[in-house]
């Protein structure tokens, strides 16, 4: 039983692009969060999808943004790329009614 | 709102010795409660949770942590440290069912643990 798989494993991107970054579901799981772990901090909720739509939101900008698709695989996107969004993006899925989240292993995203 | 203090950014202890992290938290809501371990350059892998059942949550890698509504706290605890045992730690909680962040996870800053020889 695969876990939950992100792609690409390190990303290089400069000031002003955008990217788009990628997470497949754990099996049997229809919830996927994003979050975002700056170097020596814990990880920061971005948002939630479930059915495809955007359920929670933690405080980030409107650059960044996401999808759920039909497979419940999800894309996280970020535009205009600022050197504070260099990171660790973590994806998580779940169950819909249980609350424990099993995490990928990350994209990490250097901004130059 | 919810958040979580992690007392001591690093611990560091004898292989054998009793591992002790202190996890707060603050939440207005009755909460889930986690604990994470993050491996250098890994994700995050669960390592117990309260869910409102026993107080004291036994996990995996011998590690366990007690529900102490009182004192708000949730530290994580382990008689006897391995080498193995050196990592990340993070604390989270979120709200249960129902509540509006039901689902989303808020961490603490993390406690690096240290083993020596």
């Known amino acids: 039983d695969a876990g939950v798989t992100q792609s690409p494993t390190h990303l290089i991107k400069t000031r002003g692009q955008q990217v788009t970054l990628r997470c497949s579901p754990k099996?049997?799981?229809?919830?996927v969060s994003w979050y975002q772990q700056a170097l020596g901090q814990g990880p920061q909720f971005i948002f939630q999808y479930y059915e495809e739509e955007e359920r929670q939101r933690g405080n980030f900008p409107d650059r960044f943004s996401g999808h759920q698709f039909p497979n419940y695989s999800s894309e996280l996107n970020v535009n205009a790329l600022l050197l504070g969004d260099s990171a660790l993006y973590l994806c998580?899925?779940?169950?819909?009614?249980?609350?424990?989240?099993?995490f990928g292993p990350g994209t990490r995203l250097t901004v130059l | 709102a919810q958040s979580v203090t992690q007392l001591g950014s690093h611990v560091s202890v004898s292989e054998g010795a009793l591992v002790l992290l202190r996890c707060n938290y603050s939440s207005s809501v009755p909460p889930y409660l986690f604990w994470y371990v993050q491996y250098p350059n890994q994700g995050l892998q669960l390592l117990l949770k309260y869910t409102s059942a026993a107080t004291l949550v036994k996990g995996i890698n011998g590690f366990e942590a007690e529900f102490k509504k009182s004192e708000t706290s949730f530290h994580l605890t382990k008689p006897s440290a391995h080498m193995s045992d050196a990592a990340e730690y993070f604390c989270?909680?979120?709200?249960?069912?129902?509540?509006?962040?039901?689902?989303?996870?808020?961490f603490g800053q993390g406690t690096i643990l240290t083993v020596h020889p």
């Open positions: 998580a899925s779940s169950r819909t009614v249980y609350n424990e989240q099993f």
């Open positions: 989270a909680v979120s709200e249960r069912g129902g509540g509006t962040s039901y689902g989303k996870l808020t």
């Open positions: 099996s049997g799981h229809d919830t």
